[in-house]
């Protein structure tokens, strides 16, 4: 699936001086989501999810990664305690009707606050996925305490940014870091290490199995899109918390500048990184 250029939304609110949660979760799905898509394809067709597939996403965020495995006929889980108005949204967007072209997956859609205590259905997960490109440092909690639930031999996918110098959003993200050093428990940026996701693995005691690199290029209709869609990643929330909204959106729309094109879209190519590793 080939990304496009997100349309032209009309705010949600008016600029306020701290962060309004349900607005960002908003600009989430409706912006800045779908600017993963190609790196959730890649991994669900390296990995040939479909209706055999039991899929537990950990950070599910509002559930985009998950439509397209259930579409594909896997049952899915997905779970995210960091971002709850997020999740709000995937509940709303899988499970009412279910979503479309998901009537092939076995098994309703979970969607939960924590991983189980136990698998859905009592059968183990053959697919655990982390597309957390910015939590690198806060997996090993959540791989922790799913991994009694996958299968042995079940495939773990982590994901995260590739090499600063194939990431053009990556100087645009260095404007949060300079604005405000992170606040305490505050999500921050940084830029990748080249052993990020094989470390993380080793810690939890996986076997890695095969890695991957795929182009994520973030493109939007405009600044304000672009504003909108980066700053619903959250990554610019402590900067916020120490100065002021306004501030980070001058700072932030400066740093694009240089990203937009005579049509004024904004265009960032980006490459991803994910690893495959396996449960002993």
Known sequence: MTPT???????????????????????????????????????????????????????CGAGLALLLAASRGAAVTGVDSAFPERLALARARLLP????????????????????????GGRPYTLLTLFAPDDADGLGELLAAALPLAARGAAVVLAGWGPPERCATSAVLRTAVGLADPLPGARGWRPARRDDLEEAAVRAGLRPDGSGRVACPFGYADLDSAVRG????GLFDAAIAATDARQVDKELTEALHPHRRPDGTVWMPNVFRYLVARVP
Not at 98 to 120: K, V, Y
Not at 230 to 233: E, R
Request: cysteine-free; charged content about 25%; overall charge negative.
């Open 5 to 59: 250029l997100v349309r032209q939304h009309v705010a949600h609110a008016d600029p306020a001086p701290r962060v309004d949660l349900s607005a960002r979760a908003r600009d989430w799905s409706e912006i800045q989501e779908r600017m993963l898509v190609p790196l959730y394809e890649a991994v669900y067709d390296r990995l040939g999810v479909g209706p055999g597939s039991r899929l537990l996403d950990l950070r």
């Open 97 to 120: 009707a279910g979503p479309p072209g998901a009537a092939h997956a076995r098994t309703a859609p979970e969607l939960l606050d924590d991983p189980p205590a136990e698998p859905a």
């Open 230 to 233: 980066l700053l619903s990643t």
